[in-house]
């Protein structure tokens, strides 16, 4: 077996100044540098995932400026972009090497379901995305990549984890390279306690209830033709347990994601590459919930079981070229054509009514609308970039168009305009302008009242200025943004028990500042500090947006040395949040009537912590320990939810149905990692 180093083992020993001739992707489907890139875009390589100690994606998104990330109350982790709410986490699109992931509310995982500790990318692009991915793409878009074949080389890599809250796991990967391609397989099993919550959303004690977690998941790669075409596959399983509304509401969910995808790249001729991509994924979900009520006396009053499965599919097909017309010109040409559908939507809930001594009678199924319901949506779209250099290469404009024709809706058309320049070798100055939407996805079309209209697509514009600076030691950047917001679409649960229905309400805006730094102070010692500031306003309520901070702040030094046979990485970082928009005082709780003290919109500070020992002690053999904290002080803090009822209904009446979710306490995990060629 070959010892030569490959680009994996190579990338996980770049110095800063190398790391950032490293050039993202995901803005304009060429490979640019992060201060050519016509976007506000960061990169983070498998060292940085690496030497962070980054498991999910949530973690990952808990160090960028601009995101506000929270947890559920169903037990999951979402993110914000820049203001822009979703309850579903439905505003960000998300890829995985190029296919998109969706399930039927638009969302996608960022806990555990999603580990990215393995991937070769992950490339956050803040701002409106829709003239290259389409819808979803509104307020950023998340694009991870996972490493070829080639790109590992000969070697066999195995994992052990464990840690608190009874958590273990255990990780096995092969990649074998052959005369004109080869293959990887990977094959993951972990398990988790999950975290404690003391408290429900409306405050009241849960007594340490746990919310247990676990993963099987696995994934295949194949390489042929020198790469020129690559098939993949990969079959996922997360469960988990979460108290929901309280300790006597408990749910537990079971998702299943499938995805298998083939892509072909080649060059035509000297000057025109061709990109094909084509793709199938299935997303499964299994929700089962109790709800149990209690008279006064405390006997039994009612015992509701609830059962309900969300499924769909998408095939997708994505050809487009690159034809570089001249030294200064380059035109991108593509389409995307995507078939979406809901293979099951079931709601059956039984309850079982007591009297007051006990007796009940037969369980009775709830009436449920829209229970069976299924939709299917076909997608067209064609799309151009133009990138235009001048000025001795120093100036770049990049222009981009696209059209989509969308079943059920008015076609879109969006546009961006990238002006980047470079003043000097260190300093850079990018205007940026583009509009995005997103149409609204399967849960807003099936849960609304027969008779209701659906909402409209969602539509958001968005200017960018961005000056940084540079060198081999030092990425630095500031950027103002502005965005309009229109047609925000809004859950409305206002009628009766067992309606709910989906609206578009008035505009929004959102203007901020973003300051991001990566310093290499030494060869040893790397520092990075980012902060943001968000003001916002509704225009048809004339008040701020509800549940977000003002700003956030998140730094962290990075320091390694020599030891023994290997190095000693360590890494700390600590992240900032502001108090949350909220009422002035304490307000009800429905149902219950308790009080819930907005206290729980205080900020907080977050300290996590990593170390790793990486040692070679033979040709082509080495290991590393790993100890990484997470939530280091054990600091207890809540997270905002967004209101079942809609943000009008919540501010007239100063009641709310959904509030806050605890986030995880100090988790403390030990891993250690061996490979081989």
């Keep these: 077996m070959s010892a030569a180093p490959n680009e994996a083992d190579q990338l996980l020993e770049l110095a800063l100044e190398d790391l950032m001739k490293i050039k993202v992707v995901s803005t304009t489907r060429t490979a640019l540098n992060v201060w050519k890139a016509p976007a506000t875009v960061n990169l983070y390589n498998a060292q940085d995932i690496r030497e962070m100690g980054f498991k999910t994606l949530y973690d990952l998104l808990n160090t960028v400026a601009g995101v506000q990330t929270y947890n559920a109350s169903v037990g999951r982790q979402r993110a914000w972009f820049r203001g822009a709410q979703s309850e579903f986490n439905s505003k960000i699109a998300l890829f995985i090497d190029g296919v998109p992931f969706r399930n039927l509310r638009g969302g996608f995982p960022m806990d555990m379901a999603l580990p990215i500790d393995t991937v070769k990318s992950v490339e956050i692009v803040r701002g409106p995305g829709s003239t290259l991915y389409g819808t979803n793409a509104l307020s950023g878009s998340i694009h991870i990549r996972t490493f070829s074949p080639s790109e590992l080389g000969d070697r066999t890599q195995v994992k052990a984890e464990a840690g608190n809250q009874e958590s273990y796991g255990a990780l096995v990967q092969h990649s074998q390279v052959m005369d004109t391609g080869g293959f990887t397989l990977e094959a993951r099993d972990w398990k988790s306690n999950g975290y404690t919550s003391e408290r429900d959303r409306s405050g009241l004690n849960l007594s340490g209830q746990s919310t247990p977690q676990e993963l099987q998941s696995a994934r295949a790669k194949a390489s042929f033709l020198n790469d020129k075409l690559i098939v993949s596959a990969s079959a996922s399983r997360f469960e988990?347990?979460?108290?929901?509304?309280?300790?006597?509401?408990?749910?537990?969910?079971?998702?299943?994601?499938?995805?298998?995808?083939?892509?072909?790249?080649?060059?035509?001729?000297?000057?025109?590459?061709?990109?094909?991509?084509?793709?199938?994924?299935?997303?499964?979900?299994?929700?089962?919930?109790?709800?149990?009520?209690?008279?006064?006396?405390?006997?039994?009053?009612?015992?509701?079981?609830?059962?309900?499965?969300?499924?769909?599919?998408?095939?997708?097909?994505?050809?487009?070229?690159?034809?570089?017309?001249?030294?200064?010109?380059?035109?991108?040409?593509?389409?995307?054509?995507?078939?979406?559908?809901?293979?099951?939507?079931?709601?059956?809930?039984?309850?079982?009514?007591?009297?007051?001594?006990?007796?009940?009678?037969?369980?009775?199924?709830?009436?449920?609308?829209?229970?069976?319901?299924?939709?299917?949506?076909?997608?067209?779209?064609?799309?151009?970039?133009?990138?235009?250099?001048?000025?001795?290469?120093?100036?770049?404009?990049?222009?981009?168009?696209?059209?989509?024709?969308?079943?059920?809706?008015?076609?879109?058309?969006?546009?961006?305009?990238?002006?980047?320049?470079?003043?000097?070798?260190?300093?850079?100055?990018?205007?940026?302008?583009?509009?995005?939407?997103?149409?609204?996805?399967?849960?807003?079309?099936?849960?609304?009242?027969?008779?209701?209209?659906?909402?409209?697509?969602?539509?958001?514009?968005?200017?960018?200025?961005?000056?940084?600076?540079?060198?081999?030691?030092?990425?630095?950047?500031?950027?103002?943004?502005?965005?309009?917001?229109?047609?925000?679409?809004?859950?409305?649960?206002?009628?009766?028990?067992?309606?709910?229905?989906?609206?578009?309400?008035?505009?929004?805006?959102?203007?901020?500042?973003?300051?991001?730094?990566?310093?290499?102070?030494?060869?040893?010692?790397?520092?990075?500090?980012?902060?943001?500031?968000?003001?916002?306003?509704?225009d048809e309520l004339n008040i701020s947006l509800p549940f977000l901070a003002d700003y956030h702040v998140s730094t962290g030094v990075n320091y390694w040395f020599p030891l023994l046979q290997g190095k000693l990485n360590s890494n700390l970082y600590v992240r900032n949040s502001s108090d949350r928009e909220d009422f002035d005082s304490s307000i009800t709780v429905q149902p219950g009537g308790h009080l819930r003290p907005n206290t729980y919109s205080d900020g907080y500070y977050i300290l996590n912590a990593n170390m790793q020992y990486h040692a070679q002690y033979a040709a082509g053999q080495e290991f590393t320990l790993e100890l990484n904290i997470k939530n280091l002080l054990n600091e207890q803090y809540y997270d905002r939810n967004l209101p079942l009822t809609g943000f009008r209904g919540v501010y007239k009446d100063k009641r709310y149905t959904l509030w806050d979710a605890q986030a995880p306490s100090r988790t403390i995990t030990l891993a250690l990692e061996y490979r081989w060629k």
């Design 240 to 538: 988990f347990h979460t108290p929901y509304k309280g300790v006597f509401r408990p749910k537990d969910i079971a998702d299943y994601d499938t995805q298998l995808s083939l892509n072909y790249r080649d060059s035509l001729s000297e000057n025109v590459d061709l990109d094909f991509l084509t793709y199938y994924k299935r997303i499964k979900a299994n929700e089962s919930e109790t709800n149990t009520l209690f008279f006064a006396s405390g006997n039994v009053r009612s015992f509701t079981e609830e059962f309900s499965q969300e499924e769909t599919e998408l095939f997708g097909t994505q050809p487009y070229i690159t034809w570089n017309l001249d030294e200064k010109n380059q035109l991108l040409i593509g389409a995307d054509l995507q078939h979406e559908r809901v293979l099951a939507n079931v709601i059956s809930p039984l309850t079982t009514t007591y009297s007051e001594d006990g007796t009940h009678g037969a369980p009775t199924p709830a009436v449920i609308d829209w229970s069976g319901r299924k939709i299917s949506t076909q997608r067209v779209a064609l799309y151009a970039q133009h990138t235009l250099n001048f000025n001795e290469g120093r100036t770049s404009l990049t222009t981009g168009w696209r059209h989509d024709a969308v079943e059920r809706l008015d076609a879109e058309n969006s546009i961006r305009i990238g002006l980047t320049q470079d003043f000097n070798p260190n300093w850079f100055g990018k205007l940026l302008y583009g509009s995005a939407f997103r149409e609204p996805s399967f849960v807003e079309y099936l849960r609304i009242d027969a008779g209701e209209i659906a909402p409209e697509s969602e539509d958001m514009k968005t200017a960018e200025l961005q000056l940084g600076y540079r060198t081999d030691k030092q990425l630095s950047t500031l950027t103002f943004f502005s965005n309009r917001y229109d047609n925000y679409i809004e859950r409305d649960n206002t009628g009766a028990i067992g309606t709910e229905n989906f609206r578009n309400t008035g505009r929004r805006q959102m203007k901020g500042i973003e300051f991001e730094s990566r310093i290499s102070i030494s060869n040893q010692l790397k520092v990075f500090f980012n902060a943001d500031y968000l003001h916002t306003h509704d």
